[in-house]
């Protein structure tokens, strides 16, 4: 009988002891790692929920960028870190994307990582020069009866898959010319270098503005608020394409159930604030948070989807 109060009162008190640690969570600074250039968008996505995370939670979140192949140099690295929570790491949809396109990385998108939650997500817009197709079904006859080129943030990008997934959803000939980043292929376009680009909304909105491009189509299933005009690839010539990139915010694989769940709910009270929302609108994301379930299951559908495109396409893996 007293060996089983005992072990009762132990377990009551380990109990109680594991409650209380769950609720400190962070007693120290947490960093926020990132794979790209300070003032980025994904550094300024960093910045935008690290404020709000440091004001909920007590302690700093402390943005860290640590470039380097295409952001998987902090992948690598937070991939090996301890699951305590004190590290962190905003991934985008190259994340995705580079676990379809790379053959050697030395960790596994999605088992190595919690996925705590999304934070934003956008598509991509087709564009061309002002007056040169008067619509993307135009467009894609004109690939059809001739090759045509288009340029994208670089090889291996979303950009450049989204604009391959296209060409084989609709039959068009339309060969890949990558740039350094979206502005290298706007530029390209602008000059006359390209028949027409897959970029993001926020390197395209200010020259469509002023006349120096022309919007097509949106890769979205539904039309971008910010460009209501502008109609969807579904709607125009490839019924049911839906190509979007995203942020998110993850940790190491094995984050504690007390630890994950904190995360989560700091995030979606963030995400639920019309301030934060409206910073995460003008780098051209919709801001929306998810289950850490939920952002798991969009990563590895991406990666499958972005398999069977690149097999498709023949596009040689790294």
Known sequence: MKKTLFACVTMLL???????????????????????SAGGNADTVSRIIAEPLTEALGQPFVVEPKPGAGGNVASSYLSKQEPDGKNLII????????GAMMSALDF???????????????????AVQPGKF???????KAG??????????????????????LAQTTGANIKHIPYKGDAGSVAALMSGEVDMVVAVGTSLFSQAESGQVE??????????????????????????FDVFSWIALAGPAGLSDDVLSTLNGAVVA??????????????GGQAAASTPDEMAQIV???IANWNSAIDAAGIERK
């Open 14 to 36: 380990l109990m109680i002891a594991g409650g209380a640690i769950a609720q400190t969570y962070p007693d120290s600074p947490v960093r926020i790692f990132h794979g790209f």
């Open 270 to 283: 963030a995400l639920d604030d019309p301030a934060i929302a409206d910073k995460l609108a003008a780098l």
């Open 91 to 98: 991934l985008t949809g190259g994340h995705a994307v580079s």
């Open 144 to 165: 059809k009866a001739d090759r045509l080129t288009f340029g994208s943030a670089g090889f291996g990008t979303t950009q450049h898959l989204t604009g391959e997934l």
């Open 300 to 302: 590895a559908t991406q």
């Open 108 to 126: 596994d998108p999605v088992e190595d990582f919690t996925f705590v939650s999304r934070l934003s997500f956008f598509p991509f817009f087709i």
């Open 134 to 140: 008067a619509s993307l079904d135009e467009l894609i």
């Open 215 to 240: 919007l097509l189509a949106v890769s979205s299933a539904e039309r971008w608020p910010s460009a209501p005009e502008v109609p969807t690839v579904a709607e125009t010539v490839a019924p049911g």
